[in-house]
């Protein structure tokens, strides 16, 4: 049973940043693709970023490119979502997600994704 858990979500203002972790205990995160995907009230799970087993390669979704960036820390078993110039738009609950392979091709589709955090929350709002 994987056992990851979502944290760093909260209140910001527009242009404001937040990190978002995914910490993992009882296996070696670094072994798996994740994917942070939101869902916002009424929406879809909507894919937002993914890397590689090992970090090497990384996906972004074109609503947040330029201003998201995803990486691990292997030291510490967590991926991280670091958001740079948040829009309300980006309000959403987040979930990071893990499969066994990084695939380019449907890194944005929740379904290849058999395990799932609990969510975060996360607010844009003036």
């Known amino acids: 049973q994987f056992q990851f858990v979502e944290s760093g979500g909260g209140l910001v203002q527009p242009g404001g940043s937040l990190r978002l972790s995914c910490a993992a205990s009882?296996?070696?995160?670094?072994?798996?693709?994740v994917g942070w995907f939101r869902q916002a009230p009424g929406k879809e799970h909507e894919g937002v970023s993914c890397?590689?087993?090992?970090?090497?390669?990384?996906s972004y979704a074109d609503s947040v490119k330029g201003r998201f960036t995803i990486s691990r820390d292997n030291a510490k078993n967590t991926v991280y979502l670091q958001m740079n110039s948040l829009k309300p738009e980006d309000t959403a609950v987040y979930y990071c997600?893990?499969?066994?392979?990084?695939?380019?091709?449907?890194?944005?589709?929740?379904?290849?994704?058999?395990?799932w955090g609990q969510g975060t929350q996360v607010t844009v709002s003036s």
């Open positions: 890397i590689s087993n090992g970090g090497g390669r990384t």
């Open positions: 009882g296996f070696t995160l670094d072994n798996y693709a």
């Open positions: 997600a893990i499969r066994s392979r990084y695939s380019s091709s449907s890194c944005f589709n929740p379904r290849p994704y058999p395990s």
